[in-house]
């Protein structure tokens, strides 16, 4: 008996964080509208170039959904000649207190001698760009690409960033487009702390209580 009251105690708790909604969907038509939504793009090439993290260029391929230059991209004239480039995409801060996942679309105008790498990851909700945990790395190709990438259960504020980075004589063009973030919820109400104790309390004494009448009997 107690045990299956723990049990369905448990299953309970487990059910609460099952359900997902979206937070961030991103089609990214017109990108001088997202930092009033709390994303920030940053050139921090050295030294800084002519370009930088722009609307997409239809010219060189298609976004992945929506109207042509619906994209974001950066490329090799974000730092000057002969210099490093290091743009960053940072989303709005959400929360994962209960686990997140992020999809998003990459492509590159694929040329030879040239590599377009992009890392992603997320932080603890900090501004800092040394603050995020970039241990995702992936190489841009010639077709839009689609990208996950999840964040465990634990950080109640917490942002999601995109990195491209390389030499200015190594690295090319990409595109990025279709950002969206979705976070795990709780399906119902959750327990307080105390009320879950005096719960776990309660059955715990139950099972004293009938173990001491097992030992009269």
Do not use: C
């Amino acid at each position: 008996m107690i045990k299956k009251a723990l049990l369905a105690l448990a299953i309970s708790g487990t059910m609460l964080s099952a359900q997902a909604a979206v937070v961030v969907n991103e089609g990214f038509d017109n990108i001088s509208t997202l930092a009033a939504s709390g994303w920030t793009l940053l050139n921090a090439s050295t030294p800084v170039g002519i370009g930088g993290l722009l609307q997409g260029n239809a010219d060189v391929f298609p976004a992945q959904s929506g109207a042509a230059n619906s994209f974001l991209n950066a490329g090799y004239l974000s730092a000057a000649d002969g210099g490093t480039i290091n743009d960053w995409i940072v989303t709005p801060e959400f929360s994962a207190l209960y686990g997140a996942t992020v999809t998003f679309w990459l492509r590159g105008e694929v040329l030879d001698n040239y590599i377009d790498t992009i890392t992603y990851g997320f932080n603890d909700g900090s501004t800092t760009l040394s603050s995020f945990v970039q241990s995702q790395v992936m190489t841009a190709t010639d077709t839009w690409t689609q990208i996950t990438a999840t964040v465990a259960a634990g950080s109640a504020a917490t942002h999601f960033a995109i990195n491209y980075a390389g030499a200015y004589d190594a690295i090319n063009y990409i595109g990025i487009d279709s950002l969206v973030i979705n976070v795990n919820e709780a399906t119902g109400d959750v327990p307080e702390p105390a009320s879950l104790a005096i719960l776990a309390a309660g059955l715990i004494g139950m099972g004293a209580a009938r173990r001491r009448k097992n030992k009269q009997a």
